[in-house]
């Protein structure tokens, strides 16, 4: 049996929103950008360009989502149906006096797609890869209290080039950062805990310091380790010598005594205070959060987190954020995991890209395992302009940036070098990237003829995959990495390397059973599953016959509705319903656990449809937010809290049998009730996850009790809803920071006279605001909804839409207004404090 420890201790980088900042060190740069769209013909990169008549806008941004969907757009219905095109970005600033002799960075944590950054005319870098986060130094070029101008080209024009939607810009935050000539470099420390125990615990902290100035200097470094309170619990200190224009490493290491652990339950954060100093002179500070925990992944086990048994109960989930695309806000991102929280999910797979450094944060602040993901393709590309193109240039510089950004964060518990390649089944070829480049790149890797030969008939892609792990190894040797494969079969070249530390399987269900025979010393997880399909509100009857659509993943698959039935009776070819997998992973100690496919809902990417649809079906969770009923089958799986969960909605044709189901848990039965009548008890046996009932419909009262010995644990009604005569709003928070970023969602739904929502009203909502607030986005969950998500009005869908408000960074009263035709009007206090 082979059991995988690995006992890291972890955490973030200066460059992510919700990090502790020395504020002279880092400041955010988001704010007084000027943004225009362009042809390939203009250069606006000279400081003295004149972009007096450009819109003004806040960072982050992306272009794209400001559109109306269409289906001639050349990202294509998988793409988002939205345009992509160049952009360009300038902001002048200007750099006070006293910074002369200082340091000057800028940071972007990640620009879709193709950036290049001029400082005063000055072209200082390039980046293809749309995900990765980089720095540039301005020290150089930047003058010091007059006028410096930062300009930015964004060119995603060669479209396709991502298999769902990306979004166009500079969509994650920017950074000045200014430091002293001997500071720590970016993404200085790296910090691990090589024992771990409930009494004791060892940390140790590599610094990287960077010496810019022109002698050798002897630079103390001290290292103070403070809790939650802020007190100190350990502290050391060492001096090391830089020599002149150079970076150093320094390693020390500090002991704590009864360490509070980092768990997902409680999700504890220490922080490491490093500190500089020449000739007792403070000369930086630097400021890590710190996460103390250890765990194992083992072949018959499965997953521990601080020697505690823990099933990964994950979901996949692409970048975009809905109404606000592809724009990073972390508000949006922290309703998303506490929505995930709620249904019990533990994990989060970063599909599948480096993900913005605000997720990563919020995953160490909430109590989420991570699976941090690198690429979607490597040499073999998936669409005509993706980065298979730039791979053989830039996937060591990605990688590594990749690894050393993300390595102090606890929440992270394995790497993974890619997604689905094509390489699992053949090498690339001429169509697929730059032969040229492939080839320098292999043949460049040193590998003797045992090596070679271990590779097989494929044996440059085995090679290929021993390279990335290498390079992910030497950046952060402490956590296991895998690759997402649905190739499963032993020949698997990616397998064949040997180099991966754990086995992940997407879709092949069927398979999990028997994978210990197949990988007997690899540890075994799903790293994709499921791939069902449901669209909100909407049912197709008999419910126990299962819908796969399409036929053939390459088969085109039509259906009027355009919509996929929200019981769990909906399925794409390569995958399965919800409760056919989560039956087998439950029962398996095997394995590991699973990152369902997906958590919310995406733009692009329509399985089973094409054009009018426009973004996914696959989410848990709609695109707006809004839970479809399966999110409570898991809440019934994953939560101790009790749970009793009816569905479909009870609107219907009188007469019209209809299929009622119930999710439940901590009870032996549930009685089901229609306008005072019993319709029976029911009971899950076996492998159940759910009860059914098969109901002639009339209007009225659905009841469910559920009991557990005999007496009542909760009671559940749906009421038949008449017509609409008012309209309800309620807001997520009904206060908000005045800062300009903080959001408030806001959903709407029309009532009758009892207060009842209607399941299926469709009228149109029409948005203003008045005071210290914007409307930044609207949303229904519907797939085939071609309006701008900008606009501030949208039609119901299933009875359900939704406004998201954002305060404009003063304090003051937000009143966000909701019209809809034949209603009296409705409004919703929102404070900005």
Not at 240 to 269: H, M, R
Not at 581 to 595: C, N
């Amino acid at each position: 049996m082979r059991t995988l420890k690995f006992i890291p201790i972890l955490f973030i980088l200066l460059s992510s929103s919700l990090a502790a900042k020395n504020t002279e060190r880092v400041q955010n740069f988001d704010n007084d950008w000027k943004f225009t769209l362009a042809d390939s013909t203009l250069n606006a990169s000279d400081p003295f360009f004149d972009a007096s008549s450009w819109r003004s806008l806040n960072l982050p941004h992306d272009w794209s989502i400001e559109s109306d969907f269409g289906k001639d757009f050349p990202a294509s219905p998988g793409g988002g149906a939205l345009p992509g095109g160049i952009g360009w970005y300038r902001k002048s600033f200007t750099m006070d006096l006293a910074n002369l002799g200082k340091c000057i960075y800028i940071d972007f944590d990640g620009v879709y797609r193709n950036s290049e950054v001029w400082i005063n005319g000055t072209s200082v870098g390039v980046r293809p890869y749309g995900y990765s986060s980089f720095r540039y130094d301005l020290t150089p070029y930047v003058k010091f209290g007059i006028t410096n101008v930062i300009a930015v080209k964004v060119d995603n024009s060669k479209q396709p080039n991502s298999r769902w939607y990306s979004g166009s810009g500079i969509y994650r935050n920017v950074w000045l950062v200014i430091t002293n000539p001997v500071h720590v470099d970016h993404w200085g420390t790296y910090i691990t805990t090589p024992e771990v125990s409930e009494n004791d615990a060892k940390v140790v902290i590599e610094t990287t310091i960077k010496n810019t100035t022109k002698n050798v200097q002897p630079i103390k470094v001290e290292q103070i380790l403070v809790n939650a309170k802020g007190e100190s619990v350990s502290k050391t200190d060492s001096t090391i010598y830089v020599i002149s224009a150079a970076s150093d490493k320094v390693s020390q290491t500090l002991d704590v005594t009864e360490p509070t652990l980092w768990s997902i339950e409680t999700p504890y954060l220490y922080k490491m205070i490093t500190k500089l100093y020449i000739k007792g002179k403070q000369v930086d500070e630097y400021e890590t959060p710190v996460g103390i925990r250890s765990f194992e992944f083992d072949v018959k086990k499965g997953f521990f987190l601080n020697n505690k048994h823990v099933k990964i109960n994950g979901v996949c989930d692409h970048h975009d954020l809905g109404a606000l695309g592809a724009a990073i806000n972390t508000r949006a991102i922290q309703r998303q995991l506490e929505i995930l929280k709620a249904m019990g999910c533990n994990a989060i797979r970063t599909s599948h890209n480096p993900p913005a450094p605000e997720l990563l944060d919020l995953c160490d602040q909430m109590g989420f395992i991570v699976m941090d993901e690198a690429f979607d393709m490597w040499l073999k590309k998936k669409t005509k302009y993706d980065y298979s193109s730039d791979f053989a240039e830039w996937h060591e510089r990605d990688l590594t940036d990749m690894i050393t950004r993300d390595r102090n964060h606890p929440s992270i518990f394995i790497w993974s070098i890619g997604n689905e390649v094509g390489e699992q089944w053949g090498e690339a070829k001429s169509e697929d990237m730059d032969l040229q480049k492939a080839n320098i790149l292999l043949n460049n890797r040193k590998v003797d003829s045992n090596e070679a030969a271990k590779s097989g008939k494929l044996g440059k892609n085995a090679l290929l995959t021993k390279e990335l792990v290498d390079i992910t190894k030497a950046v952060d040797p402490t956590r296991p990495v895998s690759a997402a494969c649905n190739g499963t079969d032993d020949n698997n070249p990616l397998f064949l390397s040997q180099a991966m530390d754990l086995i992940g399987f997407n879709y092949h269900e069927s398979q999990y059973a028997d994978v210990t025979k197949h990988f007997p010393t690899k540890p075994f997880f799903v790293s994709e599953s499921v791939s069902a399909l449901q669209t909100r509100g909407y049912y197709v009857m008999p419910s126990d016959s299962i819908i796969v659509c399409p036929k053939s993943w390459d088969k085109p698959y039509t259906n009027p509705s355009q919509q996929c039935s929200a019981y769990d009776n909906c399925r794409a070819p390569w995958g399965s319903t919800h409760e056919a997998t989560w039956k087998i992973v439950k029962k398996l100690d095997h394995v590991a656990g699973q990152f369902i496919w997906t958590g919310f809902d995406y733009l692009g990417e329509p399985t089973p449809y094409w054009w009018p649809s426009r973004s996914s079906y696959f989410g848990i969770i709609d695109l707006a937010g809004f839970p479809k009923d399966v999110y409570y089958m898991y809440q019934s799986e994953w939560t101790t809290k009790d749970v009793l969960y009816i569905f479909p909605h009870w609107n219907w044709t009188p007469g019209q049998t209809v299929d009622v189901w119930a999710y439940y848990n901590n009870a032996d039965e549930v009685e089901l009730y229609l306008n005072g009548k019993s319709l029976g008890k029911r009971s899950k046996t076996g492998d159940d996850l759910h009860v059914m009932w098969r109901v002639k419909y009339e209007p009225g009262t659905l009841k469910a009790v559920s009991r557990k010995d005999g007496k009542v644990v909760l009671t559940k009604e749906i009421k038949t809803a008449g017509e609409p005569v008012s309209i309800s709003m309620k807001a997520d928070r009904s206060s908000i920071k005045a800062d300009g970023k903080d959001l408030s969602y806001v959903t709407v739904e029309l009532l009758d006279k009892e207060g009842n929502a209607n399941p299926l009203a469709n009228q149109l909502v029409k948005f203003t605001v008045e005071g210290e607030g914007a409307i930044v986005g609207t949303d229904n969950g519907d797939q085939n909804d071609h309006v701008s998500l900008k606009k501030p009005e949208r039609h119901l869908f299933y009875g359900k839409c939704l406004a998201i408000v954002q305060s404009t960074g003063k304090k003051g009263d937000i009143t966000l207004k909701a019209e809809v035709d034949g209603l009296p009007a409705q409004e919703i206090l929102i404070k900005s404090k």
